[in-house]
């Protein structure tokens, strides 16, 4: 059985901090790793890592895959009060139509 | 253009009742997905159909069904309702089959409070 599992639980910064969130996942046959932000309701896409695409980047968001270690971490630079949501990593399983998710790291980002 | 839009937003149910969550996906989507998050954790995989078939199925009672009916848009019923089975219920649509390259996109989901 797939397996994700996120830390920190939730987190606390203020505005302009830098914080990284941790994803581990363990997965019978490793295709991708999805990282989604989910403000209220629907989770938005945010990243995809792949054996050949291990490093992405999206302004002052960026993500790492570690193949070896299996795991992956996202890292939000000069936090804003707007980056204040819930982040989620998942993996799809191995026919690819379904996404095995973390329990997801709670970010709150004060004034 | 429009996104997942889902139905109801909020409900409150007894335990025992029936329930039945709508889900139409964005135009030209022929893969909805069904996914349960209970407070405080990630979404669980429920159901995916694809051209009004099931494709997966994941680790919950018989008590939830759904389908997929000939315009893509699908319903989720959950039957004999207990407590725990109170969460946002999120439906995501796709193009492909095989969503697992980041192209699902979620609507906003049905919260169901079950008393």
């Known amino acids: 059985e797939d397996k994700v599992v996120q830390s920190p639980l939730s987190l606390v910064v203020h505005e302009g901090d830098t914080v990284t969130l941790n994803c581990s996942y363990e997965v019978t046959n490793f295709r991708s790793l999805l990282w989604y932000k989910q403000e209220k309701k629907a989770p938005t896409f945010l990243f995809m890592l792949t054996s050949s695409g291990i490093e992405k980047k999206s302004g002052r968001l960026s993500s790492i895959l570690d193949k070896k270690e299996l795991f992956s971490i996202l890292n939000i630079t000069a936090t804003q009060t707007g980056d204040s949501a819930v982040y989620l990593c998942a993996v799809p399983n191995n026919a690819g139509n379904m996404l095995t998710f973390g329990g997801g790291t709670r970010l709150m980002v004060k004034p | 253009d429009a996104g997942v839009t889902q139905s109801p937003t909020h409900l409150i149910k007894t335990r025992g009742q029936q329930v039945t969550l709508r889900c139409s996906p964005i135009?030209?989507?022929?893969?909805v997905s069904w996914y349960q998050q209970v407070l405080g954790q990630g979404p669980q995989f429920i159901f995916q159909y694809y051209e009004k078939e099931e494709r997966g199925r994941g680790n919950f009672p018989d008590r939830f069904s759904a389908r997929q009916f000939p315009n893509y848009s699908s319903e989720l019923n959950v039957n004999a309702l207990l407590l725990g089975d109170s969460a946002l219920y999120l439906c995501a649509s796709s193009l492909v089959s095989r969503p697992n390259t980041g192209e699902l996109f979620f609507g906003e989901g049905s919260r169901l409070t079950v008393l």
């Open positions: 135009s030209g989507h022929k893969s």
